[in-house]
């Protein structure tokens, strides 16, 4: 039996084309507008920290193969880890979004801008039930993205995802959109929100934190995760949905915490079965 693909949450991240889908100069997606603007207001993180977060503890088992990926938790150093990923600028005064493994338990937080000017950064709250995290430095006339709607977002449709895999800065791919709301099952907390955006644009190690953008540069999604059994990408990554990671950083940067409403019921997705016991005309909902 094939090994089965691991959900494999990203630390640091890669890119390159996505299997030959680049379309051609006659094809009329223009991806440079985009691009422009989506460079600018990614930025690289770099995090120094004692250990891994009880994120990985929870996720990976402690003879998982796939914990090289990370580092050895088993060994004990007197040295920090040193790990990078990237983020998204959010606002022109400094608040920046980015993933809560990529800064979970940061002693040090350092942000690269696109043009070199390097910030320490300040963790203004973090959310391990999106994987969301907001941090901030002391700048005032950042370039921006602004939010797209991801709830618009369609099926089919064409998306960059920018980021610093490998820090190899500034980097972007192409890809579309596969699937909306995929629910993966990968932060293992109660109360956890999973969601995702589903998209064949190439992202590796350093991409986590990075900007999800439609063709007209509007932030949709933050690339969290990789569907991989090689710790690489290998054909689809995920990323959280604009109008999630908004409220969340919202609620940070006004609480310092997310504010979660409980409806106290639990949902299940049709299915042939339960639309036969249901009598039900249809299997939709």
Known sequence: MKRLTLIILLF???TSNINGQTPSRNSGVDFTIAAEKSIHAVVHIKTEFDRKSSL???FFG???PFWD???????QSMYPIIATGSGVIISEDGYIVTNNHVVEDAK??????????EYLAEIVGTDPFTDLALIKIKETNLPILNFGNSDEVKIGEWVLAVGNPFNLTSTVTAGIVSAKARNLNILGKSGSI??????????????????????????IGINAAIASNTGSYTGYSFAIPSNIVKKVTDDLKMYGFVQQAYLGASFSEINS?????LNLDEIKG
Request: aromatic share 8%; net charge negative.
């Open 12 to 14: 640091i991240v890669y």
């Open 56 to 58: 990985y503890d929870n």
């Open 62 to 64: 402690l003879n998982d």
């Open 69 to 75: 990926f990370f580092g050895n938790r088993n060994q």
């Open 108 to 117: 040090v937080v350092t942000v690269t801008l696109n043009d070199k000017r």
């Open 194 to 219: 999973d969601s995702f955006i589903q998209t064949d644009a190439a992202v590796n190690q350093g991409n986590s934190g990075g900007a999800l953008v439609n063709t007209s540069g509007e932030l």
């Open 273 to 277: 079965k339960m639309a036969s016991e």
